[in-house]
Antibody, heavy 122, light 108 residues
Framework: QVQLVESGGDVVQPGRSLRLSCAASGFTFSSHALHWVRQAPGKGLEWVAVISYDGRNKYYADSVKGRFTISRDNSRNTLYLQMNSLRAEDAAVYYC???????????????WGQGTLVTVSS | EIVLTQSPTTLSLSPGERATLSCTASQSISSYLAWYQQKPGQAPRLLIYDASDRATGIPARFSGSGSGTDFTLTISSLEPEDFAVYYCQQRINWPPITFGQGTRLEIK
C-alpha cells in the first residue's frame, strides 16, 4: 500500500532554515509527481509546491517562491522541502502527497502522509 | 488565482440523513474539481476527482456533481464516520491549485 512518511518538523526561529523529508513506499516513486501542502493550526489547506516525476519541473505558491525549494531523490524514494528565511506565517503541518496520475501531473493530490509540524517562533 | 467558496460553513445533521455540500468557483473550472475529507488529527483523504469520479475505495454513498462554477458533494445517508471537514480543490488554473475554506459536517 502507498505510504508517505514526513519528518524534519521542528521549532525554529524566524529567519532560520529547515529541511523536511518525505519517505515513500508502496508505489513506483519515479513515476509520480509529488506535492507539499500545508495547514496552519486550525486553518484550511494551502498548496505549497509540486515537482514532476523526473524532478525537472517545479512550481511554487507565491507565498513561498524564492524561499522554499522542492526536490526529490528517485534513488532513495524521498521527497524534500528546503525552507529558508522562515516566517511566523510558515508555521503549519506540512503534508507530502502523491499526485494521482502516472507521468505528467494532473494536480490531484491522491495519497497523503500524516504530516510534520513546523513551528516558527522566537 | 481562482477562489473557491464553500457553503455552508457548518452543517449539522443526524446519522442517516442526506448531506449536501456546495463549492462555488470564482470563474469556470470546467469539471476540474476534487473533494477531500479530513478528520481531526488526520491527513486529508481524496473522495472525488473531476467533479464526479469516486476515488479508490470510496463508498458509493459519496457522490459529486456540477461543472463550470457550481459543484455539489452529496452524502446520501450519513454514517457516524462521515462527520468531518470537507474541502474542495480546483486544478484548472495552476499554479497554484487552490482549496476552499472547508465545510464542517457535525452531528446534530
Amino acid at each position: 500500500q502507498v505510504q508517505l512518511v514526513e519528518s524534519g518538523g521542528d521549532v525554529v526561529q524566524p529567519g532560520r532554515s529547515l529541511r523536511l523529508s518525505c519517505a515513500a513506499s508502496g508505489f513506483t516513486f519515479s513515476s509520480h509527481a509529488l506535492h507539499w501542502v500545508r495547514q496552519a493550526p486550525g486553518k484550511g489547506l494551502e498548496w505549497v509546491a509540486v515537482i514532476s516525476y523526473d524532478g525537472r519541473n517545479k512550481y511554487y505558491a507565491d507565498s513561498v517562491k524564492g524561499r522554499f525549494t522542492i526536490s526529490r531523490d528517485n534513488s532513495r524514494n524521498t521527497l524534500y522541502l528546503q525552507m529558508n528565511s522562515l516566517r511566523a506565517e510558515d508555521a503549519a503541518v506540512y503534508y507530502c502527497a502523491r499526485d494521482k496520475s502516472i507521468g505528467a501531473a494532473v494536480m490531484v493530490p491522491e495519497y497523503w502522509g500524516q504530516g510534520t509540524l513546523v513551528t516558527v517562533s522566537s | 488565482e481562482i477562489v473557491l467558496t464553500q457553503s455552508p460553513t457548518t452543517l449539522s445533521l443526524s446519522p442517516g440523513e442526506r448531506a449536501t455540500l456546495s463549492c462555488t468557483a470564482s470563474q469556470s473550472i470546467s469539471s476540474y474539481l476534487a473533494w477531500y475529507q479530513q478528520k481531526p488529527g488526520q491527513a486529508p483523504r481524496l473522495l472525488i476527482y473531476d467533479a464526479s469520479d469516486r476515488a479508490t475505495g470510496i463508498p458509493a454513498r459519496f457522490s459529486g456533481s456540477g461543472s463550470g462554477t457550481d459543484f455539489t458533494l452529496t452524502i446520501s445517508s450519513l454514517e457516524p464516520e462521515d462527520f468531518a471537514v470537507y474541502y474542495c480543490q480546483q486544478r484548472i488554473n495552476w499554479p497554484p491549485i487552490t482549496f476552499g475554506q472547508g465545510t464542517r459536517l457535525e452531528i446534530k
